[in-house]
Structure formats: structure tokens, C-alpha cells
């Protein structure tokens, strides 16, 4: 069972964050002691380790100079959909929607201060993305299952400043899902399932007046479902797996603080 879903479609997003407080500034009083070198081979306990401490300790500096402050971050995407349409009857259409928000803590290491000025992109957070049909007259489906998937999720990815207003960027993420929603209904749908989502997908944005931006934005989504139809209770419907797909390019409206 594959569920493509193509979408080109003007989309609304919102980006906020507030950066932590930086540290305090050593004191001029107290310098901090540089580390002094030694000939001493590393321990058993640190080749263990995989780390060998004389080098790891002049590098903590080095990493905290260009590891931008962490933010708290959000994300809200409403893609508009036309009404879907019945193969048997044309005439009839069906409400579709489709709505997917994430939120959680973002970090940008910067590689090379000038410009183009590239950054490394890691965040890791929580979303949740749904679509759905409309249901016939007897509230059976007449297209794929609703979904509903909540999930953890993981990226990293690489943004380019080419100008201090302008980037491109892209960025790969890996879903955790907890709940993959409606389709997982053991009586009307397919019942419980193992899955897991990823998501490629890049773009160029650009600062137009204090933090509000305007760019366009290419994606790939897919999420891959593995059911249990020989369980003890037989669910609504049978299928071993599936396998449920969006791609399409948005535009992007947003404000960053």
C-alpha cells in the first residue's frame, strides 16, 4: 500500500526562538590555565574511552566560540488542499486537510565566520502531521486512511549565508512515531503498527525587515508503517505494510526573533 500525497500549495510558517543567556566573560583576574602539553601516553581507561583527554580539553574552548546559543523553536505548516473528488461519481467531492506542527530546541554551529558563512544545523523536538478525507454517506473511507502521526524528531542539516540577509539551506530529519493515528484503529482501519518517518528538504529564504522573512522551500516526506494482520484480533482491514508519501514545494512566510 503507497500513499503518494503531491502538494504545491502556498503554506503559512511561523518561526520564533529566544536565544539563552550567554555566559559571563572570564575575569581578567583570573585567566583561565591553558592545559600543558605532555609527552604521557593516553591510559587504558581513556583508549577505552575513545578519548584521549590532551587533546579533548584544548578543543571545549574552541567548540563553545562557535556554537550559537540554543533556541526553543516552532513550526507551523497548513498547506491548502482542493476538494477530492470520487472516482465512481466526480460530482462528489470530499473535504481534504492537512496540518503539521513541530517544535523544540534548535542549535546553528558556525564553521566560518565570513561570508558565505556556512553553519552546521541540529535540532531535535516533537511534531505532530495529519491529513485527511472526507468520509461517504456510511462514514467509510473513499481514499487512504486518515493519519495523525505524532512522533519525536531528529535533523541536521547545513545552511549557507551567501549574504547576512539571504541563505540557502538544507536538512534531514528522522522521525521517532509514538501514534500514527486513525489508520491504526484496529476495528476500522489496519490496526497497531510499527513506524517510522524521514523527511528531506531544503530551501532559500531571505530577510525582508527585522527578522520578517520570505523564502520557497522543496520537501520529500515519507513515513513507512509495518501492520500485524495475523494478530489475535483480526483488524478491519488487511494489508502488511504501507507506506505513505508527501512531496511538492511551498512558499514561506515567517518572523524570527
Same mark, same amino acid.
Given at each position: 500500500?503507497? =500513499?503518494?500525497?503531491?502538494?504545491?500549495?502556498? +503554506?503559512?510558517? &511561523?518561526?520564533?526562538?529566544?536565544?539563552?543567556?550567554?555566559?559571563?566573560?572570564?575575569?581578567?583576574?583570573?585567566?583561565?590555565?591553558?592545559?600543558?602539553?605532555?609527552?604521557?601516553?593516553?591510559?587504558?581507561?581513556?583508549?577505552?574511552?575513545? !578519548?584521549?583527554?590532551?587533546?579533548? +580539553?584544548?578543543?571545549?574552548? !574552541?567548540?563553545?566560540?562557535?556554537?550559537?546559543?540554543?533556541?526553543?523553536?516552532?513550526?507551523?505548516?497548513?498547506?491548502?488542499?482542493?476538494?477530492?473528488?470520487?472516482?465512481?461519481?466526480?460530482? !462528489?467531492?470530499?473535504?481534504?486537510?492537512?496540518?503539521?506542527? @513541530?517544535?523544540?530546541?534548535?542549535?546553528? =554551529?558556525?564553521?566560518?565566520?565570513?561570508?558565505?558563512?556556512?553553519? +552546521?544545523?541540529?535540532?531535535?523536538?516533537?511534531? +505532530?502531521?495529519?491529513?485527511?478525507?472526507?468520509?461517504?454517506?456510511?462514514?467509510?473511507?473513499?481514499?487512504? &486512511?486518515?493519519?495523525?502521526?505524532?512522533?519525536?524528531?531528529?535533523?541536521?542539516?547545513?545552511?549557507?549565508?551567501?549574504?547576512?540577509?539571504?541563505?540557502?539551506?538544507? !536538512?534531514?530529519?528522522?522521525?521517532?512515531?509514538?501514534?500514527?493515528?486513525?489508520? &491504526?484503529?484496529?476495528?476500522? @482501519?489496519?490496526?497497531?503498527?510499527?513506524?517510522?518517518?524521514?523527511?528531506?528538504?531544503?530551501?532559500?529564504?531571505?530577510?525582508?525587515?527585522?527578522?520578517?522573512? =520570505?523564502?520557497? @522551500?522543496?520537501?520529500?516526506?515519507?513515513?513507512?508503517?509495518?501492520?500485524?494482520?495475523?494478530?489475535?484480533?483480526?483488524?478491519?482491514?488487511? &494489508?502488511?505494510?504501507?507506506?505513505?508519501?508527501?512531496?511538492?514545494?511551498?512558499?514561506?512566510?515567517?518572523?524570527?526573533?
Amino acid at each position: 500500500m503507497t =500513499i503518494p500525497r503531491i502538494a504545491v500549495a502556498a +503554506l503559512l510558517a &511561523a518561526a520564533c526562538g529566544r536565544p539563552a543567556a550567554a555566559p559571563p566573560a572570564p575575569s581578567a583576574a583570573s585567566p583561565s590555565p591553558s592545559p600543558s602539553p605532555s609527552s604521557a601516553a593516553p591510559t587504558a581507561a581513556e583508549r577505552a574511552a575513545g !578519548m584521549d583527554t590532551r587533546i579533548a +580539553l584544548p578543543l571545549l574552548p !574552541m567548540m563553545a566560540e562557535h556554537l550559537m546559543p540554543s533556541r526553543i523553536g516552532a513550526t507551523v505548516d497548513k498547506p491548502f488542499w482542493p476538494d477530492s473528488t470520487s472516482k465512481q461519481d466526480p460530482a !462528489m467531492k470530499f473535504g481534504t486537510s492537512e496540518l503539521r506542527v @513541530e517544535g523544540g530546541l534548535r542549535w546553528r =554551529i558556525v564553521l566560518y565566520k565570513a561570508v558565505p558563512r556556512p553553519q +552546521l544545523l541540529i535540532q531535535a523536538g516533537g511534531g +505532530l502531521h495529519s491529513f485527511a478525507i472526507g468520509k461517504d454517506a456510511m462514514g467509510a473511507d473513499v481514499g487512504p &486512511a486518515d493519519v495523525s502521526y505524532k512522533y519525536a524528531t531528529f535533523g541536521a542539516g547545513l545552511r549557507v549565508h551567501f549574504a547576512e540577509w539571504a541563505w540557502i539551506w538544507a !536538512m534531514f530529519d528522522y522521525h521517532v512515531v509514538f501514534d500514527p493515528g486513525p489508520i &491504526a484503529d484496529l476495528v476500522a @482501519e489496519y490496526g497497531p503498527a510499527k513506524t517510522f518517518g524521514i523527511r528531506v528538504r531544503g530551501g532559500l529564504d531571505f530577510l525582508v525587515y527585522k527578522g520578517f522573512k =520570505i523564502g520557497a @522551500e522543496g520537501l520529500y516526506e515519507r513515513f513507512s508503517l509495518t501492520f500485524n494482520p495475523a494478530s489475535a484480533v483480526p483488524p478491519g482491514k488487511i &494489508a502488511n505494510s504501507g507506506t505513505d508519501q508527501y512531496f511538492g514545494g511551498v512558499i514561506v512566510v515567517g518572523y524570527v526573533l
